[in-house]
């Protein structure tokens, strides 16, 4: 064997070694995907946190990166870019989900891909309107400030007491925590999301204090300027985990039920790992851990057991979650901005 050779072949025996050594480096680069999903902020976004570290540790190489986001910049984003979308999955309740199909930036879902959905509430899948997955739900009910109302309110009609005229704290129907209680005040009176206007006589009829926003009402209860207020069953129960004087009420006939949604982005990169997703969010596991302090999701599977330190903030039998009462955000949404403007008319001052 001639030195030629024997360095030829050293060399085809060093080039097949690199090769081999650079595979696993090539596979593990291919094997590096980043899931971007549109999450929550603060301590509510650690349920999502919990499933992404599951997520991750199933398949080496990925990372799921969340944004706590809310505004109206993802959405521009998401209709602004070419080819891939810069977000994989995102959340909505359920005005902003209705846009979301009109405008077409959500992908419907493919049921075989996501069995779970099964298990999930048919009223609450219903409301998908085929898009997503109802992930979620919170309430509005009523807060009330323990050291002033020795009798707890138990429905929605007493907040009409005589004694409290003035006393009531209500949200600005620019928000979907207003235009909720707006639609509450109606259906309590006989009117419907078609039929505003009792509900706007007894809105009225409360002489009520607004708040801008659901920490500005439960600031309002603190400082005793009003007494009761309708308000997110998350928002009371971590006042009254603060120790501020605080309680809430599931009233009847129903809380009102907003639902979450969570949707495949289009143009996402990886829809199999959106719906692997989504699947995990609709497991018994991840409900049961979002159902418990200090996040308060309402569950939307069938047979989840609510921990014991939730069920005064959320439906913990069957009889309370068939009990829960809806909008029909499609009713109103064309009028909203109208709703808006007549709310600021008479609640201005």
Same mark, same amino acid.
């Given at each position: 064997?001639?030195l030629f050779t024997n360095?030829?072949?050293? %060399?085809?025996?060093?080039a097949a070694?690199g090769a081999?050594?650079?595979?696993?480096?090539?596979?593990?680069a291919q094997d590096?995907?980043?899931l971007v999903?549109?999450?929550?902020?603060?301590?509510?976004?650690?349920?999502?946190q919990?499933?992404?570290?599951?997520?991750?540790?199933?398949h080496?190489g990925l990372?799921i990166?969340?944004?706590p986001s809310e505004?109206?910049?993802?959405?521009?984003?998401?209709?602004?870019?070419q080819?891939y979308?810069?977000?994989?999955?995102m959340?909505?309740?359920?005005p902003?989900?209705?846009?979301?199909?009109r405008?077409?930036?959500?992908?419907?879902l493919?049921?075989?891909?996501?069995?779970?959905?099964?298990?999930?509430?048919?009223a609450?899948v219903?409301k998908?309107?085929g898009?997503?997955?109802?992930a979620?739900?919170?309430l509005i009910?009523i807060?009330y400030n323990?050291?002033?109302?020795?009798?707890p309110?138990?429905?929605?009609?007493?907040?009409w007491?005589p004694q409290?005229k003035?006393q009531?704290?209500?949200?600005?129907?620019?928000?979907?925590?207003?235009?909720g209680f707006l639609?509450?005040?109606?259906?309590?009176?006989?009117?419907s999301e078609?039929? %505003?206007?009792?509900?706007?006589?007894?809105l009225?009829?409360?002489?009520?204090?607004?708040?801008?926003s659901?920490s500005q009402?439960?600031?309002?209860?603190?400082?005793?300027?009003i007494v009761?207020?309708?308000i997110?069953?998350?928002?009371?129960a971590?006042?009254?985990d603060k120790?501020?004087?605080?309680?809430?009420?599931?009233?009847?006939?129903?809380?009102i039920?907003?639902?979450?949604?969570?949707?495949?982005?289009?143009?996402?990169?990886?829809?199999e790992?959106?719906?692997?997703?989504?699947?995990?969010?609709l497991?018994p596991?991840?409900?049961q851990?979002?159902?418990?302090a200090?996040?308060?999701?309402?569950?939307?599977?069938?047979?989840?057991?609510v921990?014991?330190?939730?069920r005064?903030?959320?439906?913990?039998?069957?009889e309370e979650?068939?009990?829960?009462?809806?909008?029909d955000?499609s009713?109103?949404?064309?009028?909203r901005?109208a709703?808006?403007?007549?709310?600021d008319r %008479?609640?201005a001052?």
């Amino acid at each position: 064997m001639t030195l030629f050779t024997n360095r030829r072949r050293f %060399l085809q025996s060093g080039a097949a070694l690199g090769a081999a050594l650079a595979m696993p480096s090539l596979a593990r680069a291919q094997d590096k995907r980043e899931l971007v999903i549109v999450s929550f902020a603060g301590q509510l976004q650690e349920p999502h946190q919990w499933l992404a570290r599951q997520m991750e540790a199933k398949h080496p190489g990925l990372t799921i990166r969340l944004v706590p986001s809310e505004s109206q910049d993802v959405v521009a984003q998401i209709k602004a870019s070419q080819g891939y979308s810069p977000y994989d999955a995102m959340p909505n309740g359920e005005p902003p989900h209705l846009i979301a199909i009109r405008d077409s930036y959500i992908l419907p879902l493919d049921p075989a891909a996501v069995p779970n959905a099964t298990k999930a509430v048919p009223a609450f899948v219903a409301k998908s309107k085929g898009y997503g997955i109802p992930a979620s739900y919170s309430l509005i009910g009523i807060a009330y400030n323990t050291a002033l109302v020795k009798t707890p309110p138990t429905a929605w009609k007493d907040l009409w007491d005589p004694q409290y005229k003035g006393q009531i704290g209500i949200p600005r129907a620019s928000s979907n925590l207003g235009l909720g209680f707006l639609v509450a005040a109606a259906k309590t009176f006989g009117g419907s999301e078609t039929d %505003l206007t009792v509900g706007w006589e007894k809105l009225k009829e409360l002489n009520p204090k607004v708040g801008r926003s659901p920490s500005q009402l439960l600031q309002m209860l603190e400082r005793e300027e009003i007494v009761m207020a309708p308000i997110w069953n998350n928002d009371a129960a971590g006042a009254a985990d603060k120790g501020l004087p605080i309680a809430f009420v599931k009233p009847a006939p129903g809380p009102i039920a907003v639902i979450s949604f969570m949707s495949a982005v289009k143009g996402t990169r990886y829809p199999e790992l959106v719906n692997e997703w989504m699947n995990a969010i609709l497991s018994p596991e991840y409900q049961q851990k979002a159902a418990g302090a200090p996040y308060y999701f309402g569950p939307t599977i069938e047979g989840v057991e609510v921990p014991e330190a939730a069920r005064a903030y959320t439906p913990a039998t069957p009889e309370e979650v068939a009990a829960l009462q809806t909008v029909d955000w499609s009713a109103i949404a064309a009028k909203r901005g109208a709703i808006v403007e007549e709310f600021d008319r %008479l609640f201005a001052s």
